[in-house]
């Protein structure tokens, strides 16, 4: 499914018709998971939608969904944290309620001691005796009370602290790619989008789309085997190399994008020429038998961002300068860069990285 190069409107037909064939409902959300698996655009997408089997169930899917696709889930998400907090705001008045009952009945007695103690009567001193038992018996059972009060209150931190705990990480969800820990390419456009929140002073940085050269040295099989293994492995590279103060995501398969706070070339040039080392010096192990697979190299295509007016020109153009490396052969680095023609028109540098 995920070798198959198709065309969109191939896919959104093959779509259709393998929902109709499956019996999956025509919701929206099944819709996109679905197109994103015969895309095959996500490796782990195509194989766990496959692993599925043949009828899958809307429970299914919607677990799926929420992995690959959690904007469509938020919605479900944010009504079951709704009612819980709903339901615990309940208990917890419910809780004062009773406490509020309490106070009362133990202010009814303090009184009645009182009025026993100061009336200046001093007719039975059994009565006396009794009132005092009983406010000591109430002042007991009060601050019983009070004990198990407390402890309900703690529980009920706790739930509030875990309903708070799971809406974070589901929010982290939207922005992170499973696989590798990195942001994802929602994330990346976010970052992008700031990038030109004033269009008429973009922050000072540069784009780069980076491919790893996974089929210059493996089989379709053998990349399929090992995707996992090597996503892994190069997320990890890249996170390591990668500058804190930088933007690094991962869009999918072997794809990953940056974004350098700088507009220096040279130091850009530098960032690259680090990363290249790394994925050099990274010996690859086969994660079963251990032996060595040799290292990797990757292709990259960078913009500047004084050549784009744009969020989308941004990233389209260190796409086409990524395509012009891969034509190239790979293991190629292509810089985007205006022509000097009066600004008409683009030409590409072509650097061989390595």
Known sequence: MNQRKSSTNDVALRVATAMQQMGIDGLPRNYELVYEAYAGVNPELVRDFIALGKFKT???????GRKYLPH????????????????????????LQEEKTSLSDYGRLIGEASQAIFSGDQGSAQALGNSIERLRQA??????RNAAMEARVANQSKTMDTIQRDLAAFEATKFTDAATGLGNRRAFNKAVAKVYANPELPLPCALAVVEVDVGKRFSPIQVDALNDYLVRHYGSLIKRTTPSNDVVCRFDGFRFGFLFYTTDETEVGRLMTLLRTAFAAATLKHPETMRSLGSLTFSAGICMVGSAGNAFDFVNLAEKSLQQA???????????????????????MLYRAG
Do not use: P, Y
Not at 78 to 95: I, K, P
Not at 139 to 144: I, L, N
Not at 326 to 348: F, Q, T, Y
């Open 58 to 64: 809307q429970a299914a899917l919607d677990e799926l």
């Open 72 to 95: 469509h889930h938020e919605e479900s998400v944010l009504q079951r944290s709704a009612g819980a907090v709903r339901d615990e705001m309940t208990n917890f008045m419910a809780l």
């Open 139 to 144: 002042t007991e059972r009060q601050a019983t």
């Open 326 to 348: 891969l034509a190239a052969g790979g293991n190629r680095i292509v810089l985007h860069r205006d022509s000097e023609a009066g600004g008409e028109g683009k030409d590409w």
